[in-house]
Nanobody, 123 residues
Framework: QVQLVESGGGLVQAGGSLRLSCAASGSIFSINAMGWYRQAPGKQRELVATITSGGSTNYADSVKGRATISRDNAKNTVYLQMNSLKPEDTAVYYC?????????????????WGQGTQVTVSS
């Protein structure tokens, strides 16, 4: 089994910053892409940012210039630094990892999700 544990959410004032962390642990052969998604009340889950194992990044237009995704491959950890936060950034933020596992000499790729961390931005 693989677990993703997020941390760093909370209440922040508009214009402030926060840093989310997500550590993966368990039966992992390798981790391919990792990413952050968010879901606001009454809305669908949406992509915030992703990063490949090689460090290539992709951002939603809504956070470009305000967010930086990074990862520490040795620690199986992904980070999301968000600056100039806006009330519309309020959501539950979920970590995602595309994990390769080896079972009886066969590789499988499985998508895992964290439990989510609440980010609330007050105006």
């Amino acid at each position: 089994q693989v677990q993703l544990v997020e941390s760093g959410g909370g209440l922040v004032q508009a214009g402030g910053s926060l840093r989310l962390s997500c550590a993966a642990s368990g039966s992992i052969f390798s981790i391919n892409a990792m990413g952050w998604y968010r879901q606001a009340p009454g809305k669908q889950r949406e992509l915030v940012a992703t990063i490949t194992s090689g460090g290539s990044t992709n951002y939603a237009d809504s956070v470009k210039g305000r967010a930086t995704i990074s990862r520490d491959n040795a620690k199986n950890t992904v980070y999301l630094q968000m600056n100039s936060l806006k009330p519309e950034d309020t959501a539950v933020y979920y970590c995602n990892a595309d994990v390769t596992k080896v079972v009886v000499a066969t590789k499988f790729r499985i998508d895992y999700w964290g439990q989510g961390t609440q980010v609330t931005v007050s105006s």
